[in-house]
């Protein structure tokens, strides 16, 4: 499976940085505000050059797989969610959403875990 390398702070590309592969969703303005989408970026790069977020930035989410979290955007009126998980390589965004409720939804879980499984079957 070819890989896109995607910087979404520059146009430019290291050696060591880890690719970010979406495989559903998107963060743009409208729905996230210009200063959420910001943040997504600056923390999803962090993500590529090997950083750990920590709290709050970040949350483990092994209800859904090994390496997967949450990275949390706290927008003017939502609170966004992007569903990640970090391999060797790659960041796999797994879902972007709107959060309301204290609990992830189930249907998100189940459909992390279903793009896991197809991700992982094409990639072997």
């Known amino acids: 499976m070819p890989y ?6 520059s ?5 060591s940085d880890r690719h970010l592969l979406w495989l559903h969703g998107e963060i743009k303005t409208p729905p996230f505000s210009a200063k959420a ?4 970026g600056v923390l999803l790069r962090r993500l590529q050059i090997g950083d ?6 970040q949350r ?11 990275i949390r ?3 003017k009126r939502e609170s966004w969610r992007i569903i990640v998980r970090i391999d060797p ?5 797994l879902e972007v959403f709107s959060k309301k409720t204290r609990a992830t939804p ?19």
């Open 11 to 15: 146009n430019m590309t290291y050696a």
């Open 60 to 70: 483990p989410m092994p209800t859904i797989g090994r390496r997967c979290s949450e």
């Open 37 to 40: 989408r910001f943040e997504a």
């Open 106 to 124: 189930k249907a998100v879980i189940v459909t992390c875990k279903q793009r896991i499984k197809r991700y992982d079957e094409t990639s072997e």
């Open 89 to 93: 390589d790659a960041i796999l965004i």
């Open 52 to 57: 750990s977020l920590g709290m709050p930035h």
């Open 4 to 9: 896109v390398h995607v910087d979404i702070m």
């Open 73 to 75: 955007i706290v927008d």
